[in-house]
């Protein structure tokens, strides 16, 4: 087991005397990354800046191996810790490499000026975050995901023992999201050291994480692995998902059905139903989708988006009750759509279904419907 | 690229150099009465000669009080710029000139009144008290408005106050000291014996070594407030000693000289620009001899334009430093759009 380095202890963390969480209790090891999650508000980016010491704490303790943070000077907890905010820059006439090089200064002397080895460990730096070519280039110059990186650099190049990151990947887009996040992980392994960030990107959080505190009402609602937290209806609970639905499973989001007499039947299956859902969704009309298995890759789409689902238990064939069920529905919409090109042994009912709604008439057979 | 920024930098340093001694020269050997370099030398060795009397008395003192406030003032201008995060903040807009031009007029005439003649170090410590009322209430302020042109205007509406307290208070001094405190309270290097050059060379020199010394935090503070603290930067020292050298520098400035316009902000761009760095390692130092460089310039054109008439030397930089902060406000907002 690796050494715990960073421990927080019944601590209350807000601004002025005003408490926004209460006894919160965290403990990360090397080569962790601990990522706080929870909704707008909640405080998140309060408890980071507690930990940081950029926030006088408002009740408890907080630990780097275990030392108190409280008995520490300004210039040890800036050798143990390093921040990286999403706050812009608006120093003038700064290069990459100077914004970055301010990383050494708490190891430089009295006029902070870098030795050769201060050199070396800035270059290397800007090396392993890929930024080493924008060295040149005034800070006010990049773009968004790239000042980003240069900042994250900034805090490396600070070598510290617990890298704090508020919300790092906003403003990114996907790739420079994914790049962040593996520079990230990298780190943690190769230098032992510890990650503690804010993310909104609960896909992210869940991938990337070795553990996840949930921040909601006041207080640590759960912490534990990606695993434990994404588990059943809890990040639904979390947030209060109100106009949509999480699966937990993939990371994502589906927005809310549209209620009502099922207008459209799908018949769906191997999430190639997915895209019409949505589709008769955003047109905000009602329809029933069947039938699916319980472990169809679909049926948590279907489950969220349709008005009514004819579900079939896993690895089982389509029983009779099912298909009937599905074709009294089917039978009071004016229209079928099959989405499947394919049938097999465990999905012959829907096959029927499909010749069913031929010899009504009311099958669809054009790509739009 | 550093091999190359090391060379503008020499280049820069050098030129700066230069320029000083030029201007320190020309300051010299230029007045009503010319004489070659020659002469200067001569007259700076031999004792009682009418030469002697205007080199030694007269314009030597008046030169180097010209470089060292002039720097000072720059020094100043470019602490609080750093301090405000705002690349127009100086004393001068800020109303701290006025401030101290404030306690100064109204400690001479108190002085004149009981007929105590008041040294240098009172004029200072009066200078002193007046800015740090202008910074409290700028600081007070700031913390009301968070745009940064609102306070600007908040500084030079502070600034408006001070002047109108002090004409009032010119009004109804006594018609003898009036022409004397009218001079004054315009701004000009002229005036300055060898006695107050000594108390100026000490503070500035002093004041301008510490803030030297501050360029690191300063450095760090240049990412913000957040960057800095993480860096490990105690921001209640480090703010507190910003204030209080950028108030001792604006303030001995105004103490000997009165209110001298635009320096503060005009200097520290022009070097930023030219030396294309806001390092203050380097920004300090190049914007104390480029201040001296700009004040004797001014000094000299204030001096020899429409001579023997006499202009105040604010009359002059605003002519070149007004100009130069309009430039560093629109780079500014051509920075924000992400431009250089």
Known sequence: M????????????GYGKKVVVDGLNIGIRTGEILTIIGPNGAGKSTVLKSIASQLPLLGGEVFINDTDITSMSLNDIAKKLSVCF?????????TCEDIISTGRYPYT???????SDDKKIVREAMELTGVAHLADTDIR???????????LARAIAQEPQVLILDEPTSFLDINNKLRLLTILRELVRTRNIAVVQTLHELDLAQRFSDKILCIAHGKAERTGTPEEIFSGSYISELYGISCGTFDTMFGTAEAQRTEGEPQVFVIGGGGSGIPIYRRLQRRSIPFAAGVIHENDVEYNSAKSLAAELIAEKAFEPISDESFDKALSVMQKCREVICCVQSFGAMNAGNKNLLEKAKSIGIFNNSDEF | MTKKRA???????TALLVLTAFFFILELISGTTDLTVSEVFSALSENNSAAHTIVADIRLPRAISAALLGGALSVSGFLLQSFFNNPIAGPYVLGISSGAKLTVALAMMFALQNGIMLNSAAMVGAAFAGSLLSMGAILLLSGKVKNMAQLIVAGVMIGYICSAVTELAVTFADDANIVNLHNWSQGSFSGINMDNVKVIAIIVLAASAAAFL????????QLGESYAKNMGVDLRIFRFALILLSSILSACVTAFAGPVSFVGIAVPHLVKTAFGTAKPIIVIPASFIGGAVFCLMCDLIARMLFAPVELSISTITAVFGAPVVIAAMLSRRSQKRGAV
Do not use: H, N
């Open chain 2, 214 to 221: 501050l360029s690191k935090p300063m450095s760090a503070y």
């Open chain 1, 109 to 115: 002397g009295m006029l902070g000026i870098l030795s």
């Open chain 2, 7 to 13: 060379l503008r930098w020499t280049v820069g340093f």
């Open chain 1, 86 to 94: 999403t706050d812009r820059i608006t120093a003038e006439k700064m």
């Open chain 1, 2 to 13: 690796s050494e715990m380095i960073l421990t927080a202890k019944a601590l209350s963390a």
């Open chain 1, 141 to 151: 110059c990049i773009s968004d995901g790239q000042r980003q990186t240069v900042m």
